[in-house]
């Protein structure tokens, strides 16, 4: 499968967002990207950084862009994924969105909330699966990568690609953070022996890097921080070498551990 991510700089305006979303779909579409990734909250910007909260949206406005969004989704072909905002009764989400070819929706709620997130949000608890083509494809939102459980949840799973959405930046230049998520990234690809790709907004001081990474964290593609711009490569379903191999092996035995000890248990 072609894989792409396209970051681009989040504003708080949904309209000014759905512009660069469009122009993302276009040129991912020209290049026979089949799913493309974008940053979190992508749709709506995050609070308080590009807009003050999450009850300032306009959700009306907002599920009118998840719309045209779907309508790019079913016009390219392609998987589109998408950060955004959900409102549920009196609650807010910050979600993932993935708009299928076929006209249908899924969403992720991000778990792992701290900080911000938790003065706007309310906490998810979906799976974060779904299947494009011949592939199975995790979700994960920005804060979560800094914890292997939520990853090992989707190595049970057997996913073939996990995607990673970020909002990940700060108001001075900070390279030990970006390398620092950078190796969380490549982390999580190593132990779960599965291929990572990320996009992250591109202000002038980006702390997360756009990047797909192989089963064994080697970085295949990166994008230039704060550089808006498509990143584009041929993920591949191969055979794995002797390193993969023993990983997965040893994984499989603990993951079965795991279940045998809990049996005991109960």
Same mark, same amino acid.
């Given at each position: 499968?072609?894989?792409?991510?396209?970051?681009?700089?989040?504003?708080?305006?949904?309209?000014?967002?759905?512009?660069?979303?469009?122009?993302?779909?276009e040129a991912a579409g020209k290049?026979?990207?089949?799913?493309?990734?974008?940053?979190?909250?992508?749709?709506?910007?995050?609070?308080?950084?590009?807009?003050?909260?999450?009850?300032?949206?306009?959700?009306?406005?907002?599920?009118?862009?998840?719309?045209?969004?779907?309508?790019?989704?079913?016009?390219?072909?392609?998987?589109?994924?998408?950060?955004?905002?959900?409102?549920?009764?009196?609650?807010?989400?910050?979600?993932?969105?993935?708009?299928?070819?076929?006209?249908?929706?899924?969403?992720?709620?991000?778990?792992?909330?701290?900080?911000?997130?938790?003065?706007?949000?309310?906490?998810?608890?979906?799976?974060?699966?779904?299947?494009?083509?011949?592939?199975?494809?995790?979700?994960?939102?920005?804060?979560? $990568?800094?914890?292997?459980?939520?990853? /090992?949840? &989707?190595?049970?799973?057997?996913?073939?690609?996990?995607?990673? !959405?970020? @909002? =990940?930046?700060?108001?001075?230049?900070?390279?030990?953070?970006?390398?620092?998520?950078?190796?969380?990234?490549?982390?999580?690809?190593?132990?779960?022996?599965?291929?990572?790709?990320?996009?992250?907004?591109?202000?002038?001081?980006?702390?997360?890097?756009? $990047?797909?990474?192989?089963?064994?964290? /080697?970085? &295949?593609?990166?994008?230039?921080?704060?550089?808006?711009?498509? !990143?584009? @490569? =041929?993920?591949?379903?191969s055979p794995l070498?002797?390193?993969?191999?023993?990983?997965?092996?040893?994984?499989?035995?603990?993951?079965?551990?795991?279940?045998?000890?809990?049996?005991?248990?109960?």
């Amino acid at each position: 499968m072609r894989a792409g991510a396209y970051q681009f700089r989040v504003t708080g305006d949904p309209e000014v967002n759905f512009r660069r979303i469009r122009a993302g779909a276009e040129a991912a579409g020209k290049a026979g990207v089949r799913l493309l990734l974008f940053p979190e909250c992508a749709v709506t910007g995050y609070p308080p950084r590009s807009i003050n909260a999450a009850s300032d949206v306009d959700f009306e406005k907002v599920s009118r862009i998840h719309d045209r969004i779907q309508e790019l989704a079913e016009k390219h072909q392609m998987y589109l994924v998408t950060g955004t905002m959900v409102k549920e009764k009196n609650r807010y989400c910050n979600c993932a969105m993935v708009f299928m070819p076929d006209g249908k929706r899924i969403i992720y709620r991000k778990r792992a909330l701290w900080g911000w997130d938790r003065e706007n949000f309310t906490e998810g608890h979906d799976a974060g699966i779904f299947s494009a083509d011949s592939l199975k494809i995790g979700i994960r939102i920005c804060f979560e $990568v800094r914890f292997p459980e939520y990853f /090992r949840e &989707l190595y049970r799973e057997q996913t073939n690609l996990n995607l990673i !959405l970020f @909002y =990940d930046e700060t108001d001075q230049e900070d390279p030990e953070r970006y390398d620092l998520i950078r190796g969380h990234i490549r982390t999580r690809a190593v132990e779960n022996v599965c291929p990572v790709l990320t996009c992250n907004t591109c202000p002038p001081f980006q702390t997360a890097p756009t $990047v797909l990474c192989d089963r064994s964290g /080697r970085v &295949l593609a990166e994008a230039e921080p704060g550089s808006e711009g498509l !990143l584009v @490569y =041929d993920v591949e379903n191969s055979p794995l070498n002797f390193g993969e191999n023993g990983r997965k092996t040893i994984s499989d035995s603990l993951v079965h551990g795991e279940k045998r000890n809990t049996r005991e248990l109960l």
